[in-house]
């Protein structure tokens, strides 16, 4: 029973290692809007997966204060050669510094073909307000399920923000004028008559 227990627990933290680190991207702090690409390796503009099988991407983003985030992705494929050029999106959402999924940041994936090729298109129906850090998450398969190949299995994308001015709330006015009221009443109240 101790074994199992053991194996078990071997298992599991295996399996919560086996994911990387979210890769950090950096807009450029000049740009309104601002936007950055989605990249595994540095200079490239593109992810790339070296062997078939499912993956987990995530890429982190900062930014001052608010903004309204838009997300897209897509890849595409010659269809005679799926197996080793094919990415299939699962699943991709953002998620809050806490590791919480963001409510109406999923991407909706569109699959079609033409010619030939075949594609898969993701993006934001609507952009959501965000504040400071969040990560694209991004679940996916390279290769056709269950068939073992090589290859480069690649897709890219780019996360755009548009950063909202920090408007004070009703309630913050209101607080900020009661004090400065009672700032003149107490001003007047000293003065010498």
Do not use: C
């Not at 200079?43 to 070296?50: E, Y």
């Not at 499912?54 to 930014?63: E, H, R, V």
């Not at 408007?167 to 107490?186: N, Q, R």
């Amino acid at each position: 029973m101790i074994k199992k227990i053991s194996i078990a627990l071997l298992v599991g933290f295996a399996l919560s290692v086996a994911q990387a680190d979210p890769v950090l991207l950096t807009p450029s702090p000049m740009a309104v809007p601002f936007s950055v690409g989605l990249s595994s390796q540095v200079g490239s503009r593109n992810v790339t997966h070296t062997s078939s099988g499912a993956f987990t991407d995530m890429f982190s983003i900062t930014f001052d204060g608010p903004a309204l985030i838009s997300a897209s992705l897509n890849t595409q494929a010659l269809i005679s050669a799926f197996s080793v050029q094919g990415v299939t999106f699962l699943d991709a959402y953002f998620q809050d510094a806490l590791g919480v999924k963001i409510v109406g940041s999923d991407l909706n994936v569109i699959s079609a073909s033409l010619g030939g090729t075949a594609f898969e298109f993701g993006s934001i129906a609507t952009p959501f307000l965000a504040r400071d850090e969040i990560t694209l998450v991004i679940d996916g398969m390279a290769g056709i399920d269950g068939v073992p190949a090589s290859g480069s299995f690649s897709y890219s994308g780019s996360i755009t923000g548009t950063l909202q001015n920090n408007v004070p709330e009703p309630s913050s006015i209101a607080l900020a004028g009661l004090g400065l009221m009672g700032a003149v009443f107490v001003s007047r109240r000293r003065r010498p008559r």
